[in-house]
Nanobody
Framework: QVQLVESGGGLVQPGGSLRLSCAGS????????IGWFRQAPGKEREGVSC????????YYPDAVKGRFTVSRDNAKNTVYLQMNSLKTEDPAVYYC????????????????WGTGTLVTVSS
């Protein structure tokens, strides 16, 4: 059974950092492009990062560029999202998603999603 499990969310003050993890079970993550998405209450889901399965290419939208970094640890079958300089507009449920096709993940069109981890930014 293919599963993605996110962890690492929590409460952090503005300017703080969190590292989210996306662990895969039932399949090998390094064969898949992995995307990170977030959805805040009343807002549409938006992509915040993606890492390819072939050449390590990464994508970040302007809203998080320079603050968020995605990386892989293939030995642990885990993808990480390091989030620094968190802002009050970053709180949301963060999800990871997987697909063999990088463009499919970037578009958020994949069928494989985790259940999410909540990030709260507040002083």
């Amino acid at each position: 059974q293919v599963q993605l499990v996110e962890s690492g969310g929590g409460l952090v003050q503005p300017g703080g950092s969190l590292r989210l993890s996306c662990a895969g079970s039932g399949f090998t993550l390094d064969y898949y492009a992995i995307g990170w998405f977030r959805q805040a209450p009343g807002k549409e889901r938006e992509g915040v990062s993606c890492i390819s399965n072939s050449d390590g290419n990464t994508y970040y939208p302007d809203a998080v560029k320079g603050r968020f970094t995605v990386s892989r640890d293939n030995a642990k079958n885990t993808v990480y999202l390091q989030m620094n300089s968190l802002k009050t507009e970053d709180p949301a449920v963060y999800y990871c998603a997987a697909d063999r096709d990088y463009r499919t993940v970037v578009a958020g069109m994949t069928d494989y999603w985790g259940t999410g981890t909540l990030v709260t930014v507040s002083s």
